[in-house]
């Protein structure tokens, strides 16, 4: 019996789900529905896919067979499919960030619970193998105590101008871009945020393209290990530089240091018309699978493809407590995730530092 999955919100990301769970179709993984809000996408997916596509998830649940749910709906816009979802017995991926109030993580982490389904994170920078050599490396004490550390991941201008301005405004660097690190970083130190203190800048955005959000947010994270990190976030890069983010980490220890160009892995090209770039190989690549199938690999692809395994898994007879071993996110991780991201904010709005524990 395959495993049945539908995807929420089928737009710029979800077609990464859609492409995961299509060439998953020979491994028991079966594609089984859409749930898309947009008319005139819903009907192009119905003649791509040739499966059902609902306008509304409730609807989905009601009628399609489904053993779990992948949400990739705008980041606002989780709460209630997962709530849904959870409801409904399914098991659940979401998109980065969990939600983006503290109550609402909190309200989809007790409905998983209740229901007893999986709830995963889709926080897709622990399956770079980059990050993980210095996790294991961390987690080994090579590194000795963690003092310090830095982290920067800056888009370019048109992700939030062009990519998604209908939802922009809603978001945030730190909600966008921040969140991929803060998670990291707990998984890296295994230790949560205790106290939290951001300053940010609107300028760009709202003169040249009237989004009311933030261009940069600077966020100083203390641990309870006592490890303090500066996450720098922005996404008003001009379309002139070499790759669409930019992204990287130090972390000092009191025996060594790690540092790590999450973005140029060591390729370059310039290309007539196109100007110089890096390529981030290890995020999304293509390659040809031996019957000569265009197949997607890389930790982008990795994280998705972890949670049709993990309800693989469970649709064999597994236990979830048995899941918590690996390296996905739990729903857990994203509550916490989601406080860190929620305090960055309220430290904007205040000018203060937010104690969280
Ligand atoms: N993991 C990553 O690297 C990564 C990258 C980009 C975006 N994301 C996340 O993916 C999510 C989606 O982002 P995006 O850039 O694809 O946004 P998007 O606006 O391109 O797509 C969202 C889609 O959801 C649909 N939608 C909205 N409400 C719906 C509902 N109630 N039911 C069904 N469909 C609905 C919209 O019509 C749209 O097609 C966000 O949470 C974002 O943060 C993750």
């Known amino acids: ?20 769970f299509t060439q998953l179709g020979d491994e028991g993984i079966e594609l089984a529905a859409i749930a898309e ?40 816009l989780h709460r209630d499919i997962v709530i849904d979802a959870a409801a409904a017995g399914k098991h659940i991926l979401v998109e980065k960030p969990l939600d983006v109030t503290v109550e609402g993580a909190e309200a989809m982490v007790r409905a998983a619970r209740d229901a007893g389904v999986l709830l995963q994170v889709d926080f897709h920078k622990r399956y770079d193998p980059d990050h993980q050599t210095i996790e294991r490396r961390v987690r080994s004490g090579d590194l000795g105590d963690v003092l ?27 909600w966008f871009l921040g969140v991929h690190f803060y998670d990291l970083v707990r998984w890296i130190l295994k230790s949560e945020a205790k106290t939290v ?29 006592g490890a303090a990190f500066s996450f720098d976030t922005s996404w008003v890069l001009p379309k002139e530089f070499e790759a669409i983010v930019n992204q990287g980490l130090r972390i000092v ?8 160009d999450s973005q140029d892995r060591g390729t370059r090209s310039c290309i007539g018309g196109e100007g110089m770039a890096t390529y981030n190989a290890n995020f999304k690549r293509e390659t040809i699978d031996r019957r000569g199938r265009r197949l997607l690999r890389g930790y982008g692809i990795e994280s998705i493809e972890d949670f049709a395994g993990n309800v693989a898994f469970l649709q064999a007879g597994g236990r979830l407590s048995d899941l918590g071993k690996g ?16 305090a960055v904010h309220e430290s904007l709005a205040t000018g203060r530092v937010v104690r969280l524990r």
């Open 148 to 174: 310090y550390g830095s982290v920067h991941m800056e888009d370019r201008i048109e992700v939030p101008v062009e990519w998604f301005p209908h939802w922009a405004a809603a978001s945030s660097p730190a």
């Open 197 to 225: 203190y951001a300053t940010g800048t609107k300028a760009a955005l709202l003169r040249d393209h009237g989004l009311d959000t933030y261009d940069c947010v600077n966020a100083k994270v203390d641990f309870v290990n």
């Open 1 to 20: 019996m395959p495993v049945r999955i539908a995807v929420v919100g089928a737009g710029k990301f979800g077609q990464t789900h859609l492409d995961v």
């Open 37 to 76: 809000a947009d008319p005139a996408r819903a009907e192009a997916l119905r003649a791509r896919y040739g499966i059902p596509v609902y306008a509304d998830h409730r609807e989905m649940l009601a009628k399609a067979r489904l053993d779990a749910v992948s949400v990739a709906t705008p980041d606002h």
């Open 253 to 260: 220890g009191t025996k060594g240091v790690f540092e790590c």
């Open 327 to 342: 390296v996905w996110a739990s729903g857990e991780d994203g509550l916490e995730t989601t406080r860190i991201a929620v």
